[in-house]
């Protein structure tokens, strides 16, 4: 098996047939039966089922389509990074809910402007949700809460994050994890490491035993927590661009409240795209930046 007869395989699959294919890459019908038919000699399987004119993958073929596709994609991903080619294509970009109102609409409208051959595509999730997309390649990088320890990534610190636990205005101060004993906590679903981290502070082996409100919106656990529903903690930057939020800050040690967002993508990957990302990211001012 070699990389022009993964390219011409994929080529009859996504034309319909080989006197398509044929035409796309400028060559004979021929040629192509041929190179389909010594693709299929060298895996020992049929890749396709001949109905007359028509092709249809087999279910050999359909797994090979997966492969050839990561491994086109891959080949055109260091091309690009290798010779410096503009990013361009569609860049599937992931985020924490709290990344994407706070951190990101300057840094995506800079993107956009740079690299309009570049469809962003951005989806938003949990801090795990998030590193299950990035693993299963339906994201090329990602903005998520805690720096993974695993060797399937690479990450470069981006912004640092101060969490606050936020209760009413006519709240009593909360000093120490006792004082929201009998309160409700409001939180992002399971997944979520701000969850681990108010769960950390709670010195909880998990939140089973406390009543939960799970909320995906940062608006809708701000509303809650000021109508008196319950306490949550959040990134200040999230509050700091909610000016009006009638609710009341309660600080919480350092060892739990500084927190860096990291930039991750998978090992070796790096498409033009992510990079293009990460250099825009190093030139922010170091103030906005993780140390």
């Known amino acids: ?5 993964l390219q011409v395989f994929k080529s009859v699959v996504d034309e319909g047939g080989v006197i ?10 021929s040629a192509v039966t041929t190179r389909i ?3 299929e000699a060298s895996m020992g399987v049929k890749l396709f089922h001949r109905d007359k004119q028509r092709l249809h993958l087999s279910p050999a073929g359909e797994l090979l389509l997966d492969y050839a596709e990561r491994l086109i994609q891959l080949s055109e991903e260091a091309r690009d990074v290798v010779t410096g080619t503009t990013p361009r294509g569609v860049f599937k970009l992931g985020a924490l809910e709290s990344t994407t109102a706070s951190r990101l609409p ?6 956009h402007s740079r690299y309009p051959d570049v469809r962003l595509e ?27 320890t695993g060797r399937a990534v690479e990450h470069i610190p981006v912004f640092a994050e101060r969490l606050t636990l936020i209760s009413s205005e ?4 909360i000093k120490r994890a006792g004082d929201v004993e009998g309160l409700s ?22 939140l089973t035993t406390f009543r939960v409100l799970d909320l995906s919106s940062y608006h809708a656990i701000v509303a809650c927590v000021a109508a008196g529903t319950g306490v949550a903690l959040m990134p200040e930057s999230v509050l700091d661009a909610m000016p009006h939020a009638n609710v009341r800050k309660h600080p919480i040690p350092k060892a739990q409240s500084q927190i860096t967002t990291p930039l991750v993508w998978r090992r070796g990957e790096i498409s033009a795209s992510v990079l293009a ?15």
């Open 1 to 5: 098996m070699n990389f022009a007869d």
């Open 170 to 173: 006519d709240h009593a101060p």
């Open 277 to 291: 990302l990460r250099t825009q990211l190093a030139s922010l001012p170091k103030h906005k930046q993780a140390a």
């Open 122 to 148: 951005l989806t938003t999730g949990t801090n795990d949700w998030l590193l299950g997309q990035l693993a299963e390649r339906k994201l090329d990088a990602a903005f998520i809460a805690e720096a993974p």
């Open 106 to 111: 300057p840094i995506l409208a800079g993107f």
């Open 37 to 39: 038919k010594q693709l």
């Open 20 to 29: 398509r294919a044929a035409s796309k890459l400028h060559r004979v019908p």
């Open 185 to 206: 906590l409001i939180a992002f679903p399971e997944g979520c490491a701000y969850r681990r981290v108010l769960q950390r502070w709670l010195g909880a082996d998990s």
